[in-house]
Structure formats: C-alpha cells, structure tokens
C-alpha cells in the first residue's frame, strides 16, 4: 500500500513510524515532512494547506490511502477533496473539523447537548467584550474562535491582563482571522488529562491517558507552547473517571455532532479538566494532539493502519485497539526564544541508533546536504517508554543529553506532577 501523510511535525513523525508497522506498507509520502521525518518517508516539498497541490500528487501516484494529521488541512476541507477523487482518508470532513475550527461552535455545541464544559460568553465587538470584563470573575480565560497553533489562548489574572488579551487577539489580529471572534469563559481548577479517541462516527475507542506540559517553562511559567512535553498515562485520569467521561463527554459529543449532521471519523481529540465538580472538556481538537501522541503512540500494540482504516469505512467496533502496559515520556528540545523569537539553521547532532524503548520524532528539522539542521521552534521529542513512569522519564532525559544543537532548551519538570502523586 501507498500512504501519504499530510503534515511535518513530530506529531506526524511519531505516526509515520508507527503505520511503518505495518507489512502491507510499501511507501509512505509525507506532505512536506522535514528532514528528520526524511529517514521514515518520501518528503515531498508540497505544504499542509495546498490542497489542490495534495490532491494532485495523490492521484498521480495512485495513494491507497491518505492521513491528514494538522488541523489547518482538516478544516479547509482535505478529506472532502481527497474522498471526492477516491482516497479513502483518516480525518473528519470540514463540516466536522468545526469542532476545533471554531470555539464558539464548540463552546455552543457543549451548551446545546449538555456536556459539561466550563460557563462562557462570545464576543464579535471588541467593545462589549471589554464592557463584559468589567464585572467579570478572574483569573479568567480568554480564547481567539479559530485556529492559533495551539497559542490562542490566554489565562487572564486580572481585569488589566484580559484587557490586553481582548486588544492583542481582537483589535491587532495576532492570530489574524481566528481573532475575528472571542469567547470568554470561566477560569477551572483541576488536572488536566489529555484523551485522543478513534471514531468512526457510531463507536469511541479511547487511547491511554496523557499529561501535557503547556507552558515554556518548568513549574508551568511562562507563556503558552505548542507542548513541551508529555506523559502517558495520566495518574489522574482513573477506571473512575474514564467510566463517568464516555458516558458524560465521549458518547454525547459523537452524538451530538450526528444530530447536526457533522458526523466526525477520524481521532477526536478531548481536552479535559477534572474539577471538583467533575471533569469538564476544556477544548476539542480535531485531530491526533501533538506531543501527546509521541507517548501514546508508542504504547499501542494494536496496527494503527488497520485501525485508520475502520475509522474511515465504519467497523471500528469490530477492530481491536489495545495498548502496551507501562509508561512513556516524551521531553520536547526546543529553540531558546521559542514561543516568541528565536534563531535556527544550528546542526543537530543525536545517536544514529537507540535502545528499542527510545525515540526521536522531528518537528523543526531540515536537511542541508547530509547535515540536520534546526528549522522551527519546537526541534524535537526524546522519548522513552519503560515499565513505569519513573524509568520512562529518567530514560527520556537520559535520550535528551545525547542530543545536541546551538541554543537548545528543555524543561526539567516532564512529568514531575504525575510523580508527586505517586505514581509507579
């Protein structure tokens, strides 16, 4: 089989490896890829967002099947035009992909069918958002409608800090249209679990639990990331919880988007928040989460392709999706600067063969010649999977200091808030 994979991030890294399972896999073309992602597929200099351009190539060279990992493909409509010309696909359609498209949509979607999600107000005049503020409760959370690389979303302490917000994503459009609309919503206590779940629109199976790190900075300091690193699985995220989240969140959210005619296939992504009151989705993606699925990936025992596969044609109830026990860490290195400015071109330098319980996926890497060479924020995830969660973040550290580029930083504190429960 032929598969293409649309995207270049270490998200996509961590799945090309893992559908390289896979004996009836003969090529795999990722859709640009990056010069770490070079050394797994074909990298073909053809962007995430050209449509046209990857629906060409597809029919060219007579793709069997087709992953569109990103969220910005998803929600331009990529699985519509692969499916039109014959690709089968893992992914939602358009009309789908909404739900993380446009948080008003989402946020009203909650309301709508009940799911628990925290209280909000939307917004589409910058003046009665700061007219709202003036009573408001904070901290507060403040999010841009559309699309803002995992950043568009600020946690407000007091009135001045959300005035800012509302003039930075409103009035100067540093998320450009994503900022056309905004919603305001109640600040939640409570861990936070990461869970990504295949559906083919009628049955969820979830993966294992994770925990990400938001922030730059250890302690949770600092402006927020794309993910500085991850856990699997989440401590927190008990039989308990996972029981009351299908039958409160999971369910009624495949539901919901059924009854508005948006039926969703592929993986949906459920950003949670275990409050006093329960868990409570804080965001969905519509897509694999990325660094969470350089830890849950690792630890599925079940062929990803396979599973794909019947997400796309309707018999995921009928395929199994089982993962390894034990525990995996992923520490993201990245560019010193990053999420603001920050330099790249250094090379890379990193062992050319590792333990069968260690990996590296590439993020923000290019080729230059033989060499690799820094192209992006977040570089790269060490990852380690162990029997225990403790072995698996000592070896992730132990990956990350037999890697080397100019002005590389990590956090220290990977997976420290799942230890301090006790974990195993």
Do not use: W
């Not at 990461?194 to 979830?206: I, M, N, Q, R, Y």
């Not at 275990?274 to 630890?299: A, H, S, W």
Request: glycine fraction near 10%; include cysteine; charged fraction near 25%.
């Amino acid at each position: 089989m032929k598969i293409l994979v649309v995207g270049g991030g270490g998200r996509e890294h961590a799945i090309i490896r893992k559908l390289k399972e896979n004996k009836t896999v003969t090529e795999i073309y990722a859709l640009p890829g990056n010069g770490g992602i070079a050394n797994d597929a074909t990298c073909v200099p053809i962007g995430a967002k050209d449509i046209d351009k990857i629906v060409d190539f597809a029919v060219q060279n007579a793709i069997d099947f087709a992953v569109v990992a990103p969220d910005d493909p998803l929600v331009l409509g990529a699985v519509d035009r692969l499916n039109e010309v014959g690709i089968p696909c893992f992914g939602p359609t358009a009309k789908a992909a909404a739900i993380e498209g446009s948080k008003v949509f989402s946020k009203n979607l909650m309301k709508t069918y009940h799911i628990p999600t925290a209280s909000y107000e939307t917004f589409t005049d910058p003046k009665d958002a700061l007219t709202y503020l003036a009573d408001c409760a904070y901290p507060t959370v403040l999010k841009a409608d559309g699309l803002a690389l995992g950043k568009g979303v600020v946690i407000a302490q007091n009135k001045q800090e959300a005035e800012e917000a509302v003039h930075s994503i409103m009035e100067d459009k540093i998320f450009g249209d994503s900022g056309n609309a905004l919603v305001i919503e109640e600040f939640l206590t409570g861990p936070e679990v990461s869970v990504l779940a295949f559906t083919d629109g009628k049955t969820v199976k979830p993966m294992v639990s994770s925990m990400d790190h938001k922030r730059i900075g250890d302690n949770d300091t600092g402006p927020n990331t794309g993910g500085m690193g991850t856990i699997a699985p989440n401590p927190y995220y008990t039989p308990d919880v996972a029981e009351r989240c299908m039958k409160e969140i999971f369910l009624p959210t495949i539901e919901a988007m059924n009854k508005e005619g948006r039926t969703f296939r592929g993986c949906l992504y459920f950003g949670l928040m275990l409050t006093p009151n329960g868990p409570k989705v804080i965001e969905y993606n519509c897509r694999f989460g990325d660094p969470e699925t350089q830890v849950v990936l690792p630890l599925l025992k079940s062929d990803l392709l396979s599973i794909m596969q019947a997400t796309a044609n309707g018999t995921l109830a009928d395929t199994p999706v089982e993962f390894k026990d034990g525990a995996a860490c992923c520490v993201v290195m990245a560019s010193s600067g990053y999420p603001l400015k920050y330099e790249t071109g250094f090379p890379i330098t990193a062992p050319e063969t590792l333990p069968a319980d260690n990996e590296i996926y590439y993020a923000g890497a290019k080729l230059d010649g033989e060499r690799l060479l820094t192209a992006g924020g977040r570089v790269l995830g060490a990852v380690a999977v162990d029997d225990n969660l403790p072995n698996a973040v000592k070896k992730a550290y132990a990956l990350t200091e037999t890697i080397h580029f100019a002005n590389a930083v990590k956090r220290s504190d990977i997976g420290r808030r799942a230890l301090e429960k006790g974990v195993n």
